[in-house]
């Protein structure tokens, strides 16, 4: 399995490849944490490297709680992957986000609560810093793309993240707004926790399909409608990352490289040996 690839991209539906990709292979490594949501197909575009994960499979046969998102991190990482840019498709909690706009969250709400969050558990606690969870030298180069292809994109927004498969209840839906929220998904969590944990630079690019159900003059949110505008919003998030590609892979030092070993609280001595011996998959140099 090759282990130099530099750029991640973790897709949502229909986002599989890019059109002119040269498909080098497709993997389905084994992690310590089980195999990934599907194959990651290895390509190059543009001259750089790149690994496609689909976050809930091919066919989305994969409920937001499902997702193995620890082996899609731990295989990413695996492959040499240090900088991730994920695709997802929200809920806008706000008049101005509508429906096929593109949005870049600086901030999370996480109100998930089935779901194995962390790498760093069962004899070996680690503390990593989560204020900001997003990268912000990735942040800053979409912004510049999206400026370059004429993409409307809403930024410094807070993304609330939410258990599922069921959308929200409209009292849960105006909480949210209340809270201070702008969109509403159910998978960037916790994919965005692990990436950081595994030493990833990570961001997140939302996609809108509908208003929720706050919006009491809209009509409900239905699966038709989800769909419909998911499929417009994967040929533009294709055209994104098309332009974007030219300023992937290009940082030789990654900002996050070498900051989890000062996370790692346990004592040696405490230490589980059955979790350090999967840990050295991600951190060989560490344990």
Known sequence: MRENVKIGIIGGTG???????EILEEVHPDTPWGKPSDAITI??????TMAFLPRHGKGHFLNPSEIPAQANIAALKKLGVSEIV??????????????????IPNQIIDRTKAR??????????????????FSDR???????????????????????????????????SHMYRAWGADIINMTVLPEAKLAREAEIEYQMVCMSTDYDCWKEDEEHVT??????????NAETAKKLLSA????????????????TKFSLITDPAKRNPEQISKLKYLFPSYF
């Open 15 to 21: 986002l599989y490849s890019l059109d002119g990709m």
């Open 223 to 232: 699966v038709e409608m989800v769909i419909q505008n998911l499929t417009k």
């Open 43 to 48: 390509g190059k575009f543009k001259g750089k």
């Open 244 to 259: 974007l590609v030219d300023s992937l892979g290009t940082e030789d030092k990654n900002l996050l490289k070498g900051s």
């Open 138 to 172: 990735l942040t800053k180069v979409i912004e510049s793309t999206a400026r370059q292809i004429g993409l409307k994109l809403h930024t410094k927004k807070t993304l609330v993240c939410m258990e599922g498969p069921l959308f929200s209840t409209r009292a849960e």
């Open 116 to 133: 194995h969050a962390t790498f760093f558990e069962n004899g070996m606690v680690a503390h990593a810093p989560f204020a900001d969870p």
């Open 86 to 103: 994920a695709f997802s498709s929200v809920g806008s909690l706000r008049q101005e986000i509508a429906p096929l706009d593109f949005v």
